[in-house]
C-alpha cells in the first residue's frame, strides 16, 4: 500500500506564492509519474502538472509559466507556484503511478483571496 502526505496549502493573496510537497511511503517499487491535479467547488478535477521519473513535465495551460513542478527525490515532488490567482482556490491533490497503480493523496486546500 502506497501513502502519500501533501503539504504547504493555505490562504495566500493575489500575486502570492506557495510552495506544496508530496511525500510518498510504503510499498514501493519504483514511481513512474507524479503529479498534482486540482478541484474547484463545483468543477472537474483537472492536471495542475506532471512529472514522469525521466523528467518529463506537462503542464495545465492555466498554470503554465506561473507554477513550477519538481521531483525533490524519487518518492517526493513539489509545486511552486507564483503569481497565483483568485481562479487558483481549489483542492490541490498529489497523485503517483508505482507499480501499474494510480495513488493519491488526501488533498490539501489551496486559497487565493485578498
Known amino acids: 500500500q502506497v501513502q502519500l502526505v501533501e503539504s504547504g496549502g493555505g490562504l495566500v493573496q493575489p500575486g502570492g506564492s506557495l510552495r506544496l510537497s508530496c511525500a510518498a511511503s510504503?510499498?514501493?517499487?519504483?514511481?513512474?509519474?507524479m503529479g498534482w491535479y486540482r478541484q474547484a467547488p463545483g468543477k472537474q478535477r483537472e492536471l495542475v502538472a506532471s512529472?514522469?521519473?525521466?523528467?518529463?513535465m506537462i503542464y495545465g495551460d492555466s498554470v503554465k509559466g506561473r507554477f513550477t513542478i519538481s521531483r525533490d527525490n524519487a518518492k517526493t515532488v513539489s509545486l511552486q507556484m507564483n503569481n497565483l490567482k483568485s481562479e487558483d482556490t481549489a483542492v490541490y491533490y498529489c497523485?503517483?503511478?508505482?507499480?501499474?497503480?494510480?495513488?493519491w493523496g488526501q488533498g490539501t486546500q489551496v486559497t487565493v483571496s485578498s
Open positions: 497523485n503517483a503511478l508505482t507499480n501499474g497503480i494510480l495513488n
Open positions: 510504503g510499498s514501493i517499487v519504483a514511481i513512474s509519474r
Open positions: 512529472i514522469t521519473s525521466s523528467g518529463l
